[in-house]
């Protein structure tokens, strides 16, 4: 796994972090979606997913003339099905790196934590869902390997045709 730079460090998140998990996934959907201002239906989903099972990681950033560190990045990891073969994978729930602390390979070093846990797991593959205007993200993935397999689509307005 690639060495963090300098002043940042990993942390195993709990399953207590529910707040801080749900602010991160508010400010990746606050970021890629501008025009939305309501995402309390997030919580649904940390509620339904997060447990002992689905693992966190934070990336903590503390300069030396800081008292506390700040949370800067985070990646939530679980189990999915595929489709296609019936085997389990390991999913990216999320992840996300504020804005100021990008390019440095904190979501590489991220993605490789991922890697480590499932093969812990067992698993022999990893997935994740992408939002097609995330250019930055889907340049990253595909640069470390990731492939589309399938694409999510939506029928919006009078779905009764």
């Not at 997060?50 to 950033?61: F, G």
């Amino acid at each position: 796994m690639s060495p963090l730079p300098h002043h940042y460090r990993f942390k195993q998140g709990k399953t207590q972090d529910k707040t801080r998990l749900l602010k991160f996934m508010e400010l990746t959907y606050q970021e890629l979606f501008p025009e939305q201002s309501n995402f309390s239906h997030l919580s649904k989903t940390v509620a339904q997913y997060l447990s002992s099972k689905t693992p966190i990681w934070w990336i903590e950033y503390q300069p030396q003339n800081q008292t506390k560190p700040d949370i800067i990045a985070c990646l939530w990891m679980g189990t999915a099905i595929d489709q296609v073969n019936g085997h389990n994978y390991g999913h990216i729930f999320l992840i996300y790196v504020k804005p100021n602390h990008r390019r440095q390979g904190l979501a590489t070093t991220l993605i490789q934590q991922g890697q480590k846990w499932v093969e812990q797991q067992g698993y022999d593959q990893m997935g994740l869902q992408v939002f097609e205007r995330n250019q930055a993200a889907l340049k990253l993935y595909d640069k470390l390997g990731f492939y589309p397999q399938s694409y999510l689509m939506f029928k919006s307005g009078n779905i009764k045709e």
